[in-house]
């Protein structure tokens, strides 16, 4: 009986071909699992790819001290974790030359930039990590690359407005809806382990300054996901602080200054939470064991009085200060 494979299913497919890495192929296959039809024709596929899943289930972990290194890993820094996307020479590396101090290669040939390179962007009070990384293509991307997209907290794609921008945003959107990095309804209930593969994203367009007229409202009108779209020209500096602006707000986190008893808060160093932290969430992320003491807290900030009395179940806003009490 003809299997009668469906797209989401080829493209699954796709995904696994192209994996790297042991966990991005257990990703794949259990993608292919769950989209495959269920059918006769499907048994003897269906079976096995379950095979194939346990064994690479059952791969040992890489030997400690073995010489692998993947360059693809970027550890974490700052509040949060902004990696671009972009096709070549659509100006991802000027952002980072023009946003933080880390060493890029701007060039005005494809290709230019061929491995992760991290920076800090100030903003206000914090520090944000932004990853250049290499271009990818209709048909290439490099082996191990969804590994950083994988790990991130927002993904920027990148399109520069003054060449073919419906090209750029094709490769990017089939690039991640490849690999299920999305968030939609299906993909935020994908994975039987747990984790929650899409990722939040947004477009930087870059190149305003050269932009072919109306490239902007093309693009947000060709474009069937609700992104923001942030307008910047690396080439003269406008919208980059408006950009600084939108990766605080697209991270969807709040700076809280905690201040002891009796004290002035220390306005220099916010401890930073998730949108919708309460109390608890900060005493807990202060101190895990002390947190089960709490008693109550004092909130200078938004929608209180000054030094108002608040529960454990309190949901904190961005710069509210808190005196945290315990027994
Ligand atoms: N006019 C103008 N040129 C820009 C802008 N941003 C980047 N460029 C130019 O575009 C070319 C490519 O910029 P890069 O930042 O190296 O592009 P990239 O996306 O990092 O390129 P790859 O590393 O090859 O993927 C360079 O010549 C830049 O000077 C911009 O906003 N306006
Ligand atoms: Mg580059």
Same mark, same amino acid.
């Given at each position: 009986?003809?299997?009668?494979?469906?797209?989401?299913?080829?493209?699954?497919?796709?995904?696994?071909?192209?994996?790297?890495?042991?966990?991005?192929?257990?990703?794949?296959?259990?993608?292919?699992?769950?989209?495959?039809?269920?059918?006769?024709?499907?048994?003897?596929?269906?079976?096995?790819?379950?095979?194939?899943?346990?064994?690479?289930?059952?791969?040992?972990?890489?030997?400690?001290?073995?010489?692998?290194?993947?360059?693809?890993?970027?550890?974490?820094?700052?509040?949060?974790?902004?990696?671009?996307?972009?096709?070549?020479?659509?100006?991802?590396?000027?952002?980072?030359?023009?946003?933080?101090?880390?060493?890029?290669?701007?060039?005005?040939?494809?290709?230019?930039?061929?491995?992760?390179?991290?920076?800090?962007?100030?903003?206000?009070?914090?520090?944000?990590?932004?990853?250049?990384?290499?271009?990818?293509?209709?048909?290439?991307?490099?082996?191990?690359?969804?590994?950083?997209?994988?790990?991130?907290?927002?993904? =920027?794609? &990148?399109? %520069? /407005?003054? $060449?073919? *921008?419906?090209?750029? +945003?094709?490769?990017? #959107?089939? !690039?991640?809806?490849?690999?299920?990095?999305?968030?939609?309804?299906?993909?935020?209930?994908?994975?039987?382990?747990?984790?929650?593969?899409?990722?939040?994203?947004?477009?930087?367009?870059?190149?305003?300054?050269?932009?072919?007229?109306?490239?902007?409202?093309?693009?947000?009108?060709?474009?069937?996901?609700?992104?923001?779209?942030?307008?910047?020209?690396?080439?003269?500096?406008?919208?980059?602080?408006?950009?600084?602006?939108?990766?605080?707000?697209?991270?969807?986190?709040?700076?809280?200054?905690?201040?002891?008893?009796?004290?002035?808060?220390?306005?220099?160093?916010?401890?930073?939470?998730?949108?919708? =932290?309460? &109390?608890? %969430? /900060?005493? $807990?992320? *202060?101190?895990?064991? +002390?947190?089960?003491? #709490?008693? !109550?807290?004092?909130?200078?900030?938004?929608?209180?009085?000054?030094?108002?009395?608040?529960?454990?179940?309190?949901?904190?806003?961005?710069?509210?200060?808190?005196?945290?009490?315990?027994?």
């Amino acid at each position: 009986m003809p299997a009668n494979l469906t797209p989401e299913y080829l493209k699954a497919e796709k995904w696994f071909r192209e994996a790297a890495t042991t966990e991005e192929k257990i990703l794949a296959l259990e993608r292919m699992l769950s989209v495959m039809p269920k059918h006769k024709g499907t048994d003897h596929l269906k079976a096995d790819l379950r095979r194939k899943l346990s064994k690479l289930k059952e791969t040992p972990a890489k030997k400690a001290g073995a010489k692998h290194v993947d360059i693809f890993h970027v550890p974490r820094s700052g509040v949060g974790q902004i990696v671009l996307l972009g096709t070549p020479n659509c100006g991802k590396s000027s952002i980072v030359a023009a946003l933080t101090n880390a060493k890029v290669n701007v060039a005005d040939f494809p290709f230019a930039t061929g491995a992760p390179v991290p920076g800090m962007v100030k903003f206000e009070d914090i520090q944000i990590q932004l990853i250049d990384m290499p271009p990818i293509t209709a048909d290439y991307s490099a082996p191990g690359q969804v590994g950083t997209y994988r790990n991130c907290d927002l993904i =920027a794609i &990148v399109i %520069d /407005l003054s $060449t073919d *921008i419906q090209e750029q +945003l094709r490769i990017c #959107l089939d !690039f991640l809806e490849s690999r299920n990095l999305l968030i939609d309804a299906e993909t935020a209930a994908l994975d039987e382990r747990g984790n929650i593969l899409g990722k939040r994203a947004f477009c930087i367009c870059t190149k305003s300054d050269i932009a072919k007229p109306g490239a902007l409202g093309v693009l947000k009108q060709k474009c069937k996901y609700p992104f923001e779209f942030v307008e910047i020209s690396n080439k003269t500096g406008a919208g980059l602080e408006k950009l600084s602006a939108a990766f605080f707000s697209l991270l969807n986190i709040i700076r809280i200054y905690a201040k002891p008893p009796g004290k002035p808060a220390d306005m220099t160093d916010p401890f930073t939470l998730p949108a919708g =932290a309460t &109390v608890m %969430d /900060l005493a $807990t992320s *202060i101190h895990r064991e +002390l947190a089960e003491k #709490l008693k !109550f807290a004092r909130i200078w900030g938004t929608g209180v009085y000054d030094g108002q009395n608040a529960q454990r179940n309190h949901i904190l806003n961005d710069k509210d200060i808190i005196e945290l009490h315990f027994a």
